[in-house]
Every structure is written in C-alpha cells, then in structure tokens.
Nanobody, 128 residues
C-alpha cells in the first residue's frame, strides 16, 4: 500500500503560478502510476493529469494542457503538478491518486473510481 500527502495549495491571483507536491510513503512508489484530480464544490471529481510509474508517459486534460505539467521524482517519492497561468475556474481541491503499474488495463484512467489510493487533497483558490 501507499499513503499520499499533498501540499502546496493556496490563494493566488489569476495569471499566477503554484506548484503542488504529493509525497508518498513506502519504498515502492516507483511501481505506481499516479494522477492528479480536482474537485470543486458541487461538482464531480475531474481528471487533471497522469504520469506513468517511470515518468516516461504523461497525459493532461485539455482544460489544463499547456498550462499545467505533471512530473515525478522516484528518488524522493514525490509527484508534482506545476500550475501556470491559473484561472478562477481552476479553483478546486486538488487530490493525488495512485494505482500499481501492474493493476491491469491502461496505465491511467480519467475515471477517479479506478484509483485505489488517495491523499486528503490541498485547496487551490484563484482570485480574479
């Protein structure tokens, strides 16, 4: 199993940047594909970005493509989400998730129910 803890959220003006970090427990985090989701009040959990266990493959939602970048450092057991050119509609709680690389199926999912491991999330608020 793996435990995930997010950090780096906060209040930022539109056009600004934030860098979120997800720290994972355990020495086998390199065997997990990871993803960021976000959830605004009253809305469904939304896929943001995913990264494969090696970092060799990434995928970003169309709504954040060109503005957000997911990355990972397996030596430090962390996954990061660099967020630039933030917009008020990016306001949400951002959650880190993970699934073992050998869980079967594709290496990432946009359906949050497919991920068994989750952090508590970090709040991002973008003011206009």
């Amino acid at each position: 199993q793996v435990q995930l803890i997010e950090s780096g959220g906060g209040l930022v003006q539109a056009g600004g940047s934030l860098r979120l970090s997800c720290a994972a427990s355990g020495r086998t985090f390199s065997r997990y594909n990871a993803a960021w989701f976000r959830q605004a009040p009253g809305k469904e959990r939304e896929f943001v970005a995913a990264i494969s266990w090696s970092g060799g493959s990434t995928n970003h939602a169309d709504s954040v493509k060109g503005r957000f970048t997911i990355s990972r450092d397996n030596d430090k057991n962390t996954v990061a989400l660099q967020m630039n050119s933030l917009k008020p509609e990016d306001t949400a709680r951002y959650l880190c998730s993970a699934i073992r690389w050998d869980a079967g199926g594709t290496w990432y999912y946009t359906d949050s129910s497919r991920y068994p491991y989750w952090g508590q999330g970090t709040q991002v608020t973008v003011s206009s």
